[in-house]
């Protein structure tokens, strides 16, 4: 068996699974990021491999985690000190051999989640992908041949960055710009809906609501126009809060991309949704930990 942890800005989601990826058990507790910093998740994480402990016998720690993430070495190299202040440098590898004498591999959240729905979600059987999460922000990650590229500096995946008509795709894409543009159009204070709201208000034809979820899907069309056209994946998988609305968001997207790719390069892509939800990063985490070590059995 094999603990799989996954440390989010606002919960540390948590569980025991076999090698064939299937969790047993289930947890989750508040991350209190700011509150207590890197070292208050490192206490979590080890009540957390104590427990489980007890009840298995635990053959290693695979870790999805925020930040920057050198996973050879394990550690994290950078994280947003106002997200998570003192995690720079925190290096799980270390942390779970002096502790507990067990192996660990520590990956980047987005990565895992990429690798989770490639193994057990919306790209099984794929062998190419790219994953996009769009929620307070824009996350990205890559997998060729079953593993995650990387990049020269760590940072391959990261579309945050990705220049599109109108300022980079964060600017144009996220929930945090969706819900912001309709209460600045509807003239309604800032902050007083959410995303779920720009939806309902969507489906009752509200015109800001609509005019704003289409400037949305060009943006996410253009960045995916440029992905297929460096990359060309097999699969590019939507996740975050915002693809949660598949069924307002896919025949729009598509029609845009039909608009944008050539018929061969668009029909050589496929448009899957996330299947595997908040599993995905501790499944991720875990085929991590299998590609670097292999099944401990």
Same mark, same amino acid.
């Given at each position: 068996?094999?603990?799989?942890?996954? $440390?989010?800005?606002?919960?540390?989601?948590?569980?025991? +699974?076999?090698?064939?990826?299937?969790?047993?058990?289930?947890?989750?507790?508040?991350?209190?990021?700011?509150?207590?910093?890197?070292?208050?998740?490192?206490?979590?994480?080890?009540?957390?491999?104590?427990? +489980?402990?007890?009840?298995?016998?635990?053959?290693?720690?695979?870790?999805?985690?925020?930040?920057?993430?050198?996973?050879?070495?394990?550690?994290?190299?950078?994280?947003? +000190?106002?997200?998570?202040?003192?995690?720079?440098?925190?290096?799980?590898?270390?942390?779970?051999?002096?502790?507990?004498?067990?192996?660990?591999?520590?990956?980047?959240?987005?990565?895992?989640?990429?690798?989770?729905?490639?193994?057990?979600?919306?790209?099984?059987?794929?062998?190419?992908?790219?994953?996009?999460?769009?929620?307070?922000?824009?996350?990205?990650?890559?997998?060729?041949?079953?593993? $995650?590229?990387?990049?020269?500096?760590?940072?391959?995946?990261?579309? +945050?960055?990705?220049?599109?008509?109108?300022?980079?795709?964060?600017?144009?894409?996220?929930?945090? @710009?969706?819900?912001?543009?309709?209460?600045?159009?509807?003239?309604?204070?800032?902050?007083?809906?959410?995303?779920?709201?720009?939806?309902?208000?969507?489906?009752?034809?509200?015109?800001?609501?609509?005019?704003?979820?289409?400037?949305?899907?060009?943006?996410?069309?253009?960045?995916?126009?440029?992905?297929?056209?460096?990359?060309?994946?097999?699969?590019?998988?939507?996740?975050?809060?915002?693809?949660?609305?598949?069924?307002?968001? @896919?025949?729009?997207?598509?029609?845009?991309?039909?608009? @944008?790719?050539?018929?061969?390069?668009?029909?050589?892509?496929?448009?899957?949704?996330?299947?595997?939800?908040?599993?995905?990063?501790?499944?991720?985490?875990?085929?991590?930990?299998?590609?670097?070590?292999?099944?401990?059995?």
């Amino acid at each position: 068996m094999y603990i799989c942890i996954d $440390i989010g800005g606002t919960a540390i989601k948590y569980g025991v +699974a076999d090698a064939a990826g299937t969790l047993h058990t289930r947890g989750s507790v508040p991350t209190e990021a700011k509150e207590y910093g890197g070292t208050g998740i490192v206490q979590k994480v080890f009540a957390i491999v104590r427990e +489980a402990q007890q009840t298995h016998g635990v053959k290693g720690v695979a870790i999805s985690t925020a930040g920057m993430v050198d996973p050879k070495a394990g550690c994290i190299v950078y994280a947003l +000190a106002d997200a998570i202040p003192d995690y720079t440098g925190t290096n799980w590898k270390a942390l779970m051999h002096d502790a507990f004498g067990l192996p660990a591999s520590v990956e980047n959240d987005v990565n895992c989640a990429a690798l989770g729905e490639l193994w057990r979600g919306a790209g099984r059987g794929f062998s190419s992908l790219f994953a996009m999460t769009v929620g307070t922000s824009i996350g990205g990650a890559l997998i060729v041949d079953g593993r $995650i590229v990387h990049g020269a500096s760590g940072s391959a995946g990261e579309i +945050a960055y990705m220049r599109v008509p109108g300022g980079r795709l964060h600017e144009r894409c996220s929930a945090t @710009r969706l819900v912001a543009s309709v209460c600045r159009t509807k003239g309604l204070p800032a902050g007083s809906i959410d995303g779920h709201a720009v939806f309902d208000l969507l489906r009752k034809g509200d015109p800001a609501a609509v005019e704003e979820v289409t400037a949305l899907i060009d943006a996410l069309a253009d960045a995916i126009t440029n992905i297929v056209s460096v990359v060309s994946p097999e699969c590019i998988v939507l996740g975050g809060g915002i693809m949660a609305q598949e069924e307002a968001l @896919r025949p729009p997207l598509e029609e845009a991309l039909r608009d @944008r790719l050539p018929p061969l390069i668009c029909a050589a892509t496929k448009i899957t949704f996330a299947a595997t939800q908040n599993d995905a990063g501790m499944l991720g985490a875990l085929r991590h930990f299998l590609q670097e070590y292999g099944d401990l059995a």
